[in-house]
């Protein structure tokens, strides 16, 4: 069974639409996160999301949005989409990132024309 | 602002060589350190997660070890294969914060035959 999965892998769209990216994790972790990795193979956190807290990253436009209806699902949705967008997003999760690390998911290829 | 740099951020060797990548990190007030393998177009791969208290980890032909007080990490991979192709990231979670890894760029590393 896949730990943490995305769906979509790949995301072709048009510049204005707005998309959504989900993601589950079946490790029964408390914590989830977005990450974007540019053209240049960097990974940046956008949010991170437990049971009690949102923390949003401040470099992050308030476009993306994240949505999580429970602790086993964190969708990301993006308004507005820019070229600049595009990007692999990667989710993952952890039980207590001090202690037992990070699953991350296989990515999501968003490509904006 | 913790910042993580990895040298080299290219790699280009024979097979059968004994590597060493390098991971550093600008606040050693970390709880833990954690190496990752991308493959082109897949997600992470968790190799090794290191705690602040422990000096070293090791898995297969894998051995990470930590120097927190200086602020590195070093990934060795002995007896290197093909197979080892792909990029090695490090990733830091600082202590005292919101537990979130910050990344470096990572090495790309082509082992051929």
């Known amino acids: 069974d896949t730990a943490v999965s995305q769906t979509p892998k790949y995301l072709v769209t048009q510049m204005g639409n707005d998309k959504s990216i989900k993601c589950e994790q079946n490790?029964?972790?408390?914590?989830m996160y977005w990450y974007k990795q540019d053209s240049k193979k960097f990974l940046k956190i956008m949010f991170s999301y437990n049971n009690k807290e949102l923390i949003i990253n401040e470099t992050v436009p308030n476009r993306f949005s994240p949505k999580s209806p429970d602790k086993a699902h964190l969708n990301l949705h993006i308004n507005s989409l820019e070229l600049g967008d595009s990007a692999v997003y990667f989710c993952?999760?952890?039980?207590?990132?001090?202690?037992?690390?990070?699953?991350f998911g296989s990515g999501t290829r968003l490509t904006v024309v | 602002k913790q910042e993580v740099t990895q040298i080299p951020a290219a790699l280009s060797v024979p097979e059968g060589e004994n590597l060493v990548l390098n991971c550093s990190f600008t606040d050693s007030a970390i709880y833990n350190l954690q190496w990752f393998r991308q493959d082109p177009g897949k997600g992470l791969t968790s190799l090794l997660l290191i705690q602040s208290s422990q000096r070293e980890q090791t898995s297969g032909r894998l051995n990470a070890s930590l120097d927190k007080s200086s602020g590195r990490s070093t990934l060795y991979i002995a007896a290197s294969q093909p197979g080892d192709s792909a990029t090695y990231l490090c990733a830091v979670v600082q202590s005292g914060g919101s537990y979130i890894p910050t990344f470096g760029r990572g090495t790309s590393l082509i082992v051929h035959p």
């Open positions: 993952a999760s952890s039980q207590d990132g001090r202690v037992g690390g990070y699953t």
């Open positions: 490790l029964g972790h408390d914590t």
